[in-house]
C-alpha cells in the first residue's frame, strides 16, 4: 500500500452492516509512501501512527480535495 499526505485510508467494517473508519495521511513515515502513517481519524480528531491490514484502502486525493475532508 502506498499514500501520501491527504490521502484517506478507508477500512471496512468486518460484519455486514458496520460502519467504514476513516483517516487522512498526514505523513508517510515509510520509504516511497509506504507506512506506518501518521493520520487523523476523522470521527474523532485523535492522531497516531497507523499499519494498515488487508481490510484497508487507499482512496487517493485528487484535484479539488482539500487535505481532511471526506470525498462525497
Do not use: N
Not at 460484519?15 to 493520520?39: M, N, Q, S
Not at 481519524?41 to 471526506?70: C, I, N, Y
Amino acid at each position: 500500500m502506498q499514500a501520501k499526505s491527504g490521502d484517506h485510508i478507508v477500512i471496512k467494517g468486518l460484519h455486514t452492516g458496520e460502519a467504514e473508519h476513516e483517516c487522512v495521511v498526514i505523513e508517510a513515515r515509510g520509504p516511497d509512501g509506504t507506512p506506518p502513517y501518521l493520520v487523523r481519524w476523522t470521527s474523532s480528531g485523535q492522531e497516531g501512527l497507523f499499519f494498515p491490514g488487508a481490510d484497508a484502502m487507499v482512496r487517493h486525493a485528487g484535484p479539488g480535495r482539500a487535505m481532511g475532508k471526506a470525498a462525497k
